[in-house]
């Protein structure tokens, strides 16, 4: 079983940052696949930047520039630093690991103000 723990959302004004972080909790996923997905008020899940098995990312357009994944083997963790952030970046943010069957965390509100 693979839980997914996610920290570092919160209010924050435009033009900000922060720091999103997602741990496994049950597993070691150094290896495997992770993205960060977010879905705003009246629109569907979308796919904000990922880490491919092979350590290759890949950005949303809306973001590139703007937002970095990474991944720390040590700490076992991937982390979202989002910079530059605009009022429509505000989303539940979610933390996917293609480990296993795949699984997702529970979401943290980011909210940026204008």
């Known amino acids: 079983q693979v839980q997914l723990v996610e920290s570092g959302g919160g209010l924050v004004q435009a033009g900000g940052s922060l720091r999103l972080s997602c741990a496994p909790s049950?597993?070691?996923?150094?290896?495997?696949?992770m993205g960060w997905y977010r879905q705003a008020p009246g629109k569907q899940r979308e796919l904000v930047a990922a880490?491919?098995?092979?350590?290759?990312?890949n950005y949303a357009d809306s973001v590139k520039g703007r937002f970095t994944i990474s991944r720390d083997n040590t700490k076992n963790a991937v982390y979202l630093q989002m910079n530059s952030l605009k009022p429509e970046d505000t989303a539940v943010y979610y933390c996917?690991?293609?480990?296993?069957?795949?699984?997702w965390g529970q979401g943290t509100q980011v909210t940026v103000s204008s």
């Open positions: 049950g597993s070691i996923f150094s290896r495997a696949a």
């Open positions: 880490l491919t098995s092979g350590g290759s990312t």
């Open positions: 996917w690991t293609g480990l296993g069957r795949g699984y």
